[in-house]
């Protein structure tokens, strides 16, 4: 009840942009934006675990103790740590919720040079820009808990009197049972920024080289200069490990970019029979990264106008992405997935290698808390992501339907895609390291996790790397139709849709399939089989409305946790959410309104 499902969040941005002509050739712009979001998030009171059998992350709580002089102890004995047997939980409502405040404010400057030149009965367009944008984001934290205070607070009372600010800590009591002066000690306000830069420098060249006996042989050319840039800075208790929450380290990095391209488009035919126009495009793109060296990608293509109507186009193309920031530096941290243990309830052989795992009496054993910790992270040796892309389509555009009387335009497309990618940046899936490691004892599986004397899963490491090969295709087809104009108004209508044939994923590292696929949820997302919208747009001077129906075909996710529950509805333990239509309604009025600047 304490989880909103709606979150307050405010946003104010400006932005303005002026263009001064310096002469006739050439003119001068300007633009600046700066935007600012206040945001809450909140989420139930903070939970405390303490003991091998409640805490799931090597963490302080491990080692925290609940000593026999605690006044509020009701044992008459120390709670060991170290025992297998001991596990406390409570979340303490009397601390109220966490309150997750964030300002972030985002500023972009950018100003260049265009314009245009004409030598030797040749045309040339060129532009010159720079651009600085940078982000700022602060998060203040409250009703989150130091789990050192906590530690000292139930530990030995000696300790607890020694230190002037230490309150002893009912954690056995029932709701009111920890009293405002308890809560003073343990709680503290957690304070985290971040900051992200970006620098571009950027020149441009493009005209027409020579006549070829189709057409111009027209080119682009330019140089490209990036710099980014990241810091990531926790709160003070957190990087010194004395928070009760979600543990991280601060961080910094970033890195450089030098890129050149050029890009060819040449006319080959020109109104010949069955060729009213033939095209190819030829471009490369090197990129030298300060932190992966340099490399070369290339793209072909061609677009074949049969006649009016008819037209074919292609293309192939090397892909590459560089690992983000966050990707390459970003800190470890912890998150808290809610998954199935493999080894609750084992039987057979799964029973066994659970036993090996060090899960006591395997048949009997269940994890007493879904939501099993995963230590996650940037990784600085990501490589970056390779493809080759290929597609064939076309667009038929009948002249029977230009400019009659129920049609201004109609366009049908379809293109063929089909997509493999190499090195991908990705994370394993959990679950299925956990099902994998419990099913074979690989350690390729086994070595990211690990389990206390009570059999619970206590560490899992699962940092970003370049674990998979993707493969996938499918088809986009389209029409768009525009009416003509009435005195009513003007009429159009889109359909697009994406149909995807084809997703798989394999972990280069095992050779093993990854869960990914169509019709498929993991990870947090899905690849529908079929995603479509549909458009519906009205034009009358001024106004204009629309509505959207966006369709997305079903999925299918594991139960996890779930498992045994009526919303577990599939077979083999999977929950079926079904197809989803969204619709999305829209109205504007254009004000006209002029105000012309002279000097």
């Not at 263009?19 to 001068?28: A, G, R, V």
């Not at 493999?342 to 799964?350: K, L, V």
């Not at 335009?409 to 990705?426: G, H, M, R, S, V």
Request: glycine content about 10%.
């Amino acid at each position: 009840p304490y989880n909103l499902l709606l979150t307050p969040s405010e946003r104010t941005g400006f932005f303005a942009q002026t263009d001064y002509k310096l002469t006739d050739d050439i003119h001068w712009s300007l633009k600046g934006l700066y935007n600012t979001r206040k945001s809450v998030h909140q989420a139930g009171p903070e939970p405390i675990f303490l003991g091998q059998a409640f805490c799931f992350l090597i963490d302080r709580c491990y080692t925290v103790s609940v000593d026999k002089t605690n006044p509020y102890n009701p044992f008459g004995f120390t709670l060991d740590s170290n025992s297998p047997d001991f596990g406390l939980g409570r979340r303490p409502v009397e601390g109220g919720p966490r309150i997750f405040s964030q300002q972030v404010d985002t500023r972009y400057f950018a100003t260049g040079l265009t314009g245009s030149f004409g030598w030797n009965e040749h045309n040339f367009n060129w532009d010159v820009n720079v651009v600085r944008a940078d982000n700022n984001a602060d998060q203040d934290v409250t009703g989150t808990y130091n789990i050192a205070h906590i530690a000292e607070a139930v530990g030995p009372l000696s300790a607890c009197q020694a230190d002037p600010n230490c309150v002893p800590l009912n954690l056995f009591g029932g709701p009111g049972s920890i009293t405002p002066d308890m809560l003073n000690y343990i709680l503290y306000h957690e304070h985290d920024t971040s900051h992200q830069a970006l620098g571009v420098v950027t020149a441009n060249l493009s005209g027409d080289l020579f006549q070829l006996p189709a057409g111009a042989l027209d080119f682009a050319t330019g140089y490209e200069h990036r710099n980014l840039s990241g810091t990531y800075q926790p709160d003070a208790v957190v990087v010194a490990g004395d928070s009760n929450g979600v543990p991280s380290k601060p961080t910094a990095g970033g890195y450089n970019i030098d890129e050149f391209y050029v890009e060819l488009n040449a006319p080959l035919i020109a109104d010949a029979a069955f060729a009213k126009a033939l095209n190819i495009d030829v471009a490369s793109r090197y990129s030298d990264y300060s932190t992966f060296g340099s490399t070369t990608n290339s793209k072909v293509g061609f677009r074949w106008q049969v006649n009016d109507d008819l037209t074919f186009r292609g293309t192939w193309a090397q892909g590459f992405r560089a690992p983000s920031i966050g990707e390459l530096f970003g800190t470890f941290s912890r998150f808290d997935a809610t998954l199935n243990d493999p080894c609750n309830h084992a039987t057979g052989q799964r029973a066994t290698n659970c036993a090996a795992l060090g899960v006591p009496d395997p048949a009997n054993y269940e994890q007493s808390n879904s939501q099993i910790s995963v230590l996650t992270g940037g990784n600085q040796n990501l490589q970056p992501e390779k493809s080759k892309n290929t597609t064939l389509g076309g667009v038929y555009s009948p002249s029977w339907a230009e400019n009659t009387g129920w049609s201004q335009k109609l366009d049908f497309e379809a293109t063929w895609y089909k997509i493999n990618i190499k090195d991908a940046i990705q994370a394993k899936d959990a679950q299925t390291l956990l099902d994998r490691c419990a099913d074979t004892l690989d350690q390729a599986f086994c070595g990211v996790q690990d389990r206390n004397a009570a059999g619970y899963i206590a560490f899992r490491n699962d940092t970003l790397g370049n674990l998979g090969r993707v493969e996938t295709q499918g088809f986009d087809f389209g029409v768009t139709w525009v009416g003509p104009d009435t005195d009513w108004g003007r009429l159009g209508a889109s359909w697009q849709n994406t149909y995807v044939d084809k997703y798989s994923a394999v972990d280069t590292t095992t050779g093993l399939a990854e869960p990914d696929g169509v019709g498929v949820e993991v990870h947090d997302s899905g690849i529908p089989r079929i995603r479509s919208t549909l458009r519906l747009n009205w034009n009358l001077g001024e106004w204009s409305a629309g509505w959207s129906m966006r369709y997305v075909s079903a999925l299918t996710e594991d139960c996890a946790a779930a498992s045994g529950y009526a919303i577990c509805n599939g077979a083999d333990n999977t929950h079926r959410l079904g197809a989803t239509t969204y619709h999305d309604v829209r109205a504007s009025w254009n004000v006209q309104v002029s105000m012309p600047l002279t000097v």
